[in-house]
Nanobody, 129 residues
């Protein structure tokens, strides 16, 4: 059973900072990409940031230069440091995790791979003016 536990959401004043954390547990397998997505009322879910297994990052245009994503592979955790926050950052933030489980197969060097996609429950972030 896989669980994603988020923490760090809440209310912050414009210009302030907030740090989100997400830790995974269970029979995850090999974690490939972890990231954060957000959804504001009446809008579609959008990319905030992702980070690959070896540190490659990708950011949404609206958060570049303000947010920073990081991960701790030993803890199966991903973090989002949010600085210079704006009211438009107000949204529900979701932790996302991609993983892979490979079963060795004779005659197939790549083995038998299964891919998984997990989501956290979402945490509310509100930025006041």
């Amino acid at each position: 059973q896989v669980q994603l536990v988020e923490s760090g959401g809440g209310l912050v004043q414009a210009g302030g900072s907030l740090r989100l954390s997400c830790a995974a547990s269970g029979s995850i397998g090999v974690i490939t990409t972890m990231g954060w997505y957000r959804q504001a009322p009446g809008k579609e879910r959008e990319l905030v940031a992702t980070i690959g297994r070896f540190g490659t990052t990708d950011y949404g245009d609206s958060v570049k230069g303000r947010f920073a994503i990081s991960r701790d592979n030993a803890k199966s955790a991903v973090y989002l440091q949010m600085n210079s926050m704006k009211p438009e950052d107000t949204a529900v933030y979701y932790c996302n995790l991609h993983s892979r489980i490979t079963v060795p197969l004779r005659g197939r060097p790549e083995g038998d791979r299964s891919f998984y996609d997990y989501w956290g429950q979402g945490t509310q972030v509100t930025v006041s003016s």
